[in-house]
């Protein structure tokens, strides 16, 4: 049975079916037209074959019944030749039989034509009966007799008298009972043949009645079969589509609640700067930190939102090049470690077999899963530990990693649809820790991206889970350096003492359009992104934006604000208009902070101050991809 | 505005090409707000003056900023005996570029 994820719309499910309908429409018609076909020729073949027979059965009996009668006239011929006297009366008769042993050679050859034209095995029974009484013989004699008397050589009135007795003789005695004997033969074949055609009217039937079951089986009840499994397979669609907009509108009811927590803080501390002059330090740091920590929160749900999205749309693009695996271990240790220290829970990365050092797969989603899930294991352990165990499986180069942690765990009911989109473990999860219910079907998706996969390896109510990662390293075996044991303290130290990843090729293959009036600004983040492996074009107007941007894909698009026609804005509205989904950065000269609230209001998705370094240019770019 | 004042070297190898239809393109744009009158005269001036801002670092003329951005506040304040005081700074300063 097919199966709908929840972005198909209802309009391909119906496509789909239909489809689906139409092939088998096909492919039984066809089988059922070809069926029927093939029974008509049989069918065909077998009248044509009787009938056949039939006519051969015929034209035997027509030339045998005149062979019978001919020899008789010729009996009786000699017999009157025996009873004249006068010369000329024989000559008369000797004239007529000459002209019946013509006609009976005539149609003798008629009956061997019929004979040899028909190879069936009646034919060779008539065949093996004249070789039996060796017709063929006696009548090559006879005829050879009956021409001699057509001789107009002399002859004595004794040899004369002697051939004629011999060919009335033999026409009586031996011919005859040879013809009636072939006669019998032939219309026993005849009552054969007929009994065979009365036989093949009843086949007929039966074939008709088996054609009929046939097709049923063959072509109808699969049809029936298949609009059956259809009506089911589109049912089950349709109930999925509704679980889907069910499932979505509790999205959304959670996602407002998300997405209204942190802005009323925004607004209500917002407000307290605002309007409380006397605000102490203090109190004016606190209310700055809380806006702060709120902006930050809605910043990561609308990024989950966003790379939800993009995977469900197909649109998740997926880097993989080499990194060192030990640094983002270092980094998740570090950042994780200050989470898991704000809660009083021990944090520890540790290795059971030596761990490769670099790896190639996506590293911004890799630290993106390492972060979800094992910060997911911070957020829901409340007392005692949590740990991440790696492990390396050469045999088909895949990293292990668990992260076993000491929570809550996960109840039976909801250990089934932790994977599913939109949901979390039950309701009470997303009241009590908040999240969109994204993060583990994000994660487990980008995973499966990264040739691995993610799984619930065990967990228990109140006593824990343990979550396995897998992710594919694609590094040459021959290139594979590795550490045999991980300490935590150089991981710590790694992240504070590594310098910045250089930025040649952090843009590969990326796409980009630089909309820029002035040539200069062109021409320098042209050459600064071209530098880290990225794909630019280049315009110097809005209106050449937004028709390159109808024939080419680009991952992203700068965008100068202030340009002589159509200023960014305008262009920005137009793209999104025509249905660009891919991010756009604001390029500006201005660098007061009405101007960053001004193109997020209009939805950029970014904002980039003018003159920029080729470093914060790329570091800006590469947050959107 | 003195000779001693130059282009910085510290610029990407791949834009010293262009460094000179830089300065060409500058002198061209300082020209032609010679002949232009007021009000139009301020207003470009806003435009190049923020143009300019947005590049000229980059290209190695970082040195000349604080005039531009001078350029820039006196325009937004009209101050034209100003402005044009510093358009003649930034005019002298490219022409006596040491080559």
């Known amino acids: ?625 | 505005m003195t000779n001693s004042r130059s282009q910085s070297s510290q610029i990407d190898s791949d834009l010293q090409p262009f460094i000179d239809e830089f300065i060409s393109d500058r002198l061209t744009e300082l020209n032609s707000l010679k002949s232009t009158t007021e009000p139009n005269k301020t207003n470009d001036i806003k435009s190049l003056t923020h143009k300019w801002k947005s590049f000229f670092e980059p290209y190695g003329f970082g040195e000349i900023m604080p005039e531009v951005l001078q350029l820039e506040n006196a325009s937004l304040n009209s101050d034209s005996e100003l402005y044009d005081k510093l358009l003649g700074d930034i005019e002298n300063f490219f022409l006596n570029l040491p080559k």
């Open chain 1, 1 to 625: 049975m097919a199966s709908y994820n929840k972005t198909t719309t209802s309009q391909e499910i119906a496509t789909d079916i239909i489809k689906k309908t139409r092939k088998k429409f096909i492919l039984f018609t066809l089988l059922g037209m070809s069926l029927v076909i093939l029974v008509s020729l049989f069918s065909l073949n077998l009248h044509n074959k009787f009938l056949s027979k039939q006519k051969s059965i015929h034209a035997l009996h027509e030339t045998l019944a005149k062979q019978i009668f001919l020899i008789f006239e010729i009996a009786d011929y000699g017999e009157k030749f025996n009873k004249m006297h006068s010369a000329t009366n024989k000559q008369q008769i000797k004239d007529g039989l000459n002209a019946l042993v013509k006609k009976l050679k005539l149609e003798n050859e008629n009956f061997k034509a019929v004979l040899d034209n028909d190879n069936t095995s009646f034919s060779e029974d008539l065949e093996d009966l004249m070789a039996e009484n060796e017709l063929k013989s006696k009548i090559r004699e006879y005829l050879k007799k009956a021409s001699e008397l057509t001789d107009q050589s002399p002859e004595s009135s004794k040899v004369l008298k002697n051939r004629i007795n011999f060919l009335s003789m033999n026409s009586k005695d031996g011919l005859y009972d040879i013809f009636t004997l072939m006669n019998k033969r032939i219309r026993k074949h005849n009552r054969d043949s007929t009994n065979m055609i009365d036989r093949m009217g009843t086949l007929l039937i039966t074939l008709c009645f088996l054609e009929i079951l046939l097709v049923w089986l063959l072509v109808f009840r699969p049809l029936y079969s298949a609009i059956q499994i259809q009506h089911r397979e589109l049912t089950s669609a349709m109930q999925t589509v509704e679980r889907a907009n069910q499932t979505k509108s509790e999205f959304l009811a959670n996602i407002s609640h998300e997405i209204r927590t942190p802005m009323t803080g925004i607004l209500g501390y917002a407000e307290v700067l605002q309007n409380d002059e006397d605000i102490s330090s203090y109190d004016k740091n606190r209310s700055i930190d809380i806006i702060n920590n709120n902006a930050h929160h809605l910043l990561e749900l609308v990024d989950e939102i966003l790379d939800f999205s993009k995977i469900e749309s197909g649109k998740m693009k997926i880097r993989k090049k080499e990194f060192s695996f030990i640094r983002v271990l270092g980094e998740v240790y570090s950042l994780m470690l200050i989470k898991a220290k704000n809660k009083n829970l021990n944090f520890s990365i540790n290795n059971t077999g030596p761990v490769p050092t670099n790896i190639i797969s996506d590293k911004k989603r890799l630290k993106q899963i390492l972060h979800n899930i094992v910060g997911n294991a911070i957020k829901f352990t409340s007392h005692g530990e949590v740990k991440v165990t790696v492990n390396y499986d050469p045999s088909n180069s895949k990293l292990l990693i668990d992260v076993i942690d000491t929570g809550c765990g996960i109840d039976d009911q909801s250990v089934k649809k932790i994977f599913n989109p939109f949901e979390q473990a039950n309701n009470s999860v997303s009241r009590n820790f908040g999240g969109t219910g994204l993060g583990l079907v994000l994660s487990k998706k980008l995973a499966i991206g990264l040739g691995g996969d993610i799984t619930l390896v065990k967990t228990k109510i109140n006593e824990g889970s343990r979550f396995r990662i897998e992710i594919l390293n694609e590094l040459p075996t021959e290139n594979q350096k590795f550490l045999q044991k991980i300490s935590n303290d150089e991981l710590e130290n790694l992240t504070k003492t590594t310098e910045a990843p250089p930025l040649t090729d952090a843009l590969n293959d990326t796409s980009i359009l630089i909309v820029d009036d002035a040539k200069e600004n062109a021409r320098l983040f042209g050459m600064y992104l071209k530098k880290a492996g990225a794909i630019v074009d280049v315009v110097n107007t809005g209106d050449d934006a937004i028709a390159l941007s109808q024939v080419n894909t680009y991952d992203i698009i700068l965008l100068d604000l202030q340009m002589p026609d159509k200023d960014g804005f305008q262009v920005l509205s137009e793209l999104r208009r025509l249905k660009f989904a891919e991010p756009v950065i604001a390029l500006t000269a201005h660098a007061m902070e009405s101007e960053k609230i001004k193109t997020k209001a209009a939805g950029f998705n970014g904002h980039v101050t003018k003159p920029v370094t080729a470093e914060k240019l790329i570091n800006v770019i590469l947050n959107y991809l």
